[in-house]
């Protein structure tokens, strides 16, 4: 069963930084894409950045293109997402996600197949 745990949420300002964890187990990974979707108050859940598992693919959002990088660990079998120069519009909860056979382009819901419970991320101006 696999399982994905978001951790590394919290209130910054804005300018701070944040790195967010997400924590994979239950199966090997290396044929998926991992992503990282948020979601504001009153809106739909967006997509944010995808690395593929077994490479070094990435894609992005325009709105987080040079700020936030996604990297993962294979050893340690975890996806992070680092949030550099935060915006009071970064506030969202943010979700990792896995597509079992993806490509890091993969930016809609339906195209991931497992997810996490969620971190909050909090930015004041």
């Known amino acids: 069963q696999v399982q994905l745990v978001e951790s590394g949420g919290g209130s910054v300002q804005a300018g701070d930084s944040l790195r967010l964890s997400c924590a994979a187990s239950?199966?090997?990974?290396?044929?998926?894409?991992i992503g990282w979707f948020r979601q504001a108050p009153g809106k739909e859940r967006e997509f944010v950045a995808s690395?593929?598992?077994?490479?070094?693919?990435?894609y992005y959002a325009d709105s987080v293109k040079g700020r936030f990088t996604i990297s993962r660990d294979s050893a340690e079998n975890t996806v992070y997402l680092q949030m550099n120069s935060l915006k009071p519009e970064d506030t969202a909860i943010y979700y990792c996600?896995?597509?079992?056979?993806?490509?890091?382009?993969?930016?809609?819901?339906?195209?991931?197949?497992?997810w996490g419970q969620g971190t909050q991320v909090t930015v004041s101006s």
């Open positions: 690395v593929k598992w077994s490479g070094r693919d990435t």
């Open positions: 239950g199966r090997t990974f290396s044929s998926y894409v």
């Open positions: 996600a896995g597509a079992r056979f993806g490509i890091p382009t993969m930016t809609r819901e339906y195209e991931y197949d497992h």
